[in-house]
Structures are given as C-alpha cells and as structure tokens.
C-alpha cells in the first residue's frame, strides 16, 4: 500500500469512527440506559428505533459498513503500527496501546452482541428487555459486556482524541493536554451510562 494511498485510508477510518460509528455507540448506550427507567420505559424507546423509516438502509450504510470498515482496517492498523516515543511522552502511548487492545477485543464483543440481538431477532426472536434480562442472567455474561462497554467507551472517547491530533485540530501541546481532559471526562460520564444501563438488566 502507498504512503499517500494509506494516508488517505487512515483518514477514513479516523473520520468513520467519530461518524457515525461514535455517535451510534453514543445513541445506543443512551437508549439503553432507558432500562434504569424500567422495562416499559426500554422497550418504548427500542421500539421507536426499531420503526425508524428506511431502517435497513440506515442500519447497513450508516452503521454495519461503517463500522465494519473501522474494525477490520482497525485490526489492520492494530497489528503494524508502532507507538511514536519520540513525538509523545509515556502516557500517550500507553493510550496508544489500549486503543489497539480494545480495538480488537471489540470486534469479538461486537460480533457476539450482533449475533445475540440483530441475528437473533432476524430468526424471529424479540429483542426487548426481558431477552436481555435473560442475556445477563449470566455473571460471566455480565462482565463480558461490562468489559465491552468500557472498552467501546474508551474506544471512542481516546479515538476523538487521536482525530483531533491527526486532523489538525490540536496542534500545541497545551491543545493536546486539554483534550486528553475532556475526552477522559467523556470516557468517564458514557462509561456511567452505559454500566447503569448494564445494571439494569441484572435481576
């Protein structure tokens, strides 16, 4: 692959991961957190996304595609790249090296979660809140998603870091610094509502 040819690929990926993918993670987490409102509340706000118009094309080229592309290039860039000692300090580069451990554990976590729901309701299963009472009726269950949930949440909130730095939005160190405060903030608030919504499934 060319250097400008992979240049504009990484680009891509940075971009798709940020939108729609990080917005759809965030959609989705806020939407599940309407089980802390109870099963009548959850299966309310499922429903409405479920009779959304166009539904198969929004869920095929604005998530599925998307999101495939962001992994597996993810995978990819997970596997070559090398951490940048010389332009950051250690501290970034440990995030550096999380991004790609959670990058690839979620492509095992998010292949199991479509099959347990989008597959599932395919072969004519219903995806409500009582399936997914029964989904985490298991503990180990319980600390699979958990441990996705946070890895998609850090996922997200270290990725739009990285996009701001490899857009050129935070050129200075101080710009970089403050970032890294913010998306840490995000990381920590999405990773709240999502093991709340997590919680609330456990009986």
């Keep these: 692959m060319s250097k400008d040819r992979e240049f504009y690929w990484r680009r891509l990926h940075s971009l798709l ?6 917005l759809f993670v965030t959609q989705h987490l806020l939407i599940n957190f309407q089980a802390t409102h109870g099963a009548e509340s ?5 429903e409405f996304m479920g009779n959304l118009p166009f539904l198969w094309f929004l869920e095929w080229f604005v998530i599925y595609i998307p999101l495939m592309f962001h992994a597996f290039y993810g995978v990819y860039i997970a596997f070559t790249a090398q951490p940048n000692t010389q332009r950051f300090g250690t501290f970034r580069n440990w995030m550096f090296v999380l991004q790609r451990f959670t990058g690839v554990f979620l492509v095992i976590f998010l292949a199991w979660h479509i099959f347990q729901t989008r597959i599932q309701k395919a072969l004519g299963t219903e995806v409500d809140y009582d ?35 490899s857009w050129g939005i935070t050129q200075s160190p101080k710009s970089q610094k403050i970032a890294t405060y913010i ?15 997590l919680l609330a499934f456990v009986q």
């Design 17 to 22: 991961g940020i939108i729609p993918v990080g």
């Design 183 to 197: 998306t840490m903030i995000f990381f920590v608030v999405l990773s709240v509502i999502g093991i709340g919504a």
């Design 42 to 46: 959850f299966n309310k706000a499922s």
């Design 131 to 165: 399936m997914m009472v029964q989904v985490l009726s298991n503990p180990i269950m319980v600390a699979f998603y958990a441990l996705g949930i946070i890895s998609a949440t850090f996922h997200l909130a270290n990725g739009i870091w990285s996009f701001l730095v």
